[in-house]
């Protein structure tokens, strides 16, 4: 299973959403005329909340029993500055990626990502160093717990509704496209994943709604997914 929030994490994501039917379904046009590329944005991430000792095992498995012992307490907010090169040297290959990425990825507490996108296609994925890395026609905000709940299951529809997810772009290609947003996050929910952060409380309200648009989520879907099909036809016609 790959780590979410991690480069691993986005890589599988990528290629699922490469290989997505559906997304060739209703993503037909996507990017023609103009920038379809996304930036996805994970704010929030509960770095001082968690501390070493929280992290899944798939992360400190093979770490000498010692150094766990020593860094067990120190939240992940702490952890770079205390680790040194030595320390890294000696550590698995799961646990340098996280300390890289934490290093490298996470700019105040918000980790950005890139996704390229064009007619159905999933081009190029990355995750950046700096929000201004890679330019985007599209960007899609919320918490790490919001986030979360997506890869969980959760409709990306509840959580826009809800106002949990901001989608900055185009309103008229939000409009156009509107079901792409929503199977982004299903395609999301579909990649075998292990978070590296303990789950917060949920929501009992969110829930509710969870469970109330999943019904119309999959009428816009079939309802987009007819209407590319006959635009292709006529255009064959």
Not at 5 to 27: G, K, Q
Not at 105 to 127: I, P, Q, R
Not at 144 to 161: F, H, N
Request: aromatic share 6%.
């Amino acid at each position: 299973m790959a780590l979410y929030p991690s480069e691993r994490w986005l890589d599988e994501y990528a290629r699922r959403l490469d290989e997505s039917r559906a997304l060739d379904d209703v993503a037909a046009g996507w990017g023609d005329g103009f920038d379809g590329d996304i930036r996805l944005v994970i704010t929030d991430l509960p770095l001082a909340e968690t501390a070493v000792a929280d992290l899944p095992d798939s992360v400190l498995d093979g770490v000498p029993e010692a150094v766990r012992s020593q860094l067990a307490t120190l939240s992940l907010a702490e952890l770079t500055s205390v680790v040194d090169e030595n320390v890294r040297a000696g550590l698995p290959e799961g646990a340098r990626r996280l300390l890289t990425q934490l290093d490298e990825n996470v700019v105040d507490g918000t980790l950005y990502a890139h996704l390229s996108l064009e007619d159905g296609a999933c081009t190029d994925a990355k995750v950046l160093g700096a929000p201004d890395e890679r330019e985007a026609g599209f960007s899609i905000t919320g918490s790490y717990e919001t986030w979360r709940s997506i890869v969980d299951g959760r409709p990306a529809l509840s959580a826009m509704l809800e106002g949990d997810l901001a989608v900055d772009g185009s309103r008229t290609r939000q409009l156009q496209y509107f079901a792409i947003f929503q199977l982004l996050g299903d395609v999301a929910a579909n990649v075998e994943t292990t978070h590296v952060f303990p789950e917060g409380p949920s929501n009992p309200g969110e829930v509710v709604l969870d469970n109330a648009v999943r019904p119309t989520v999959l009428l816009q879907r079939f309802a987009h997914r007819q209407a590319s099909w006959a635009g292709r036809t006529l255009n064959l016609l």
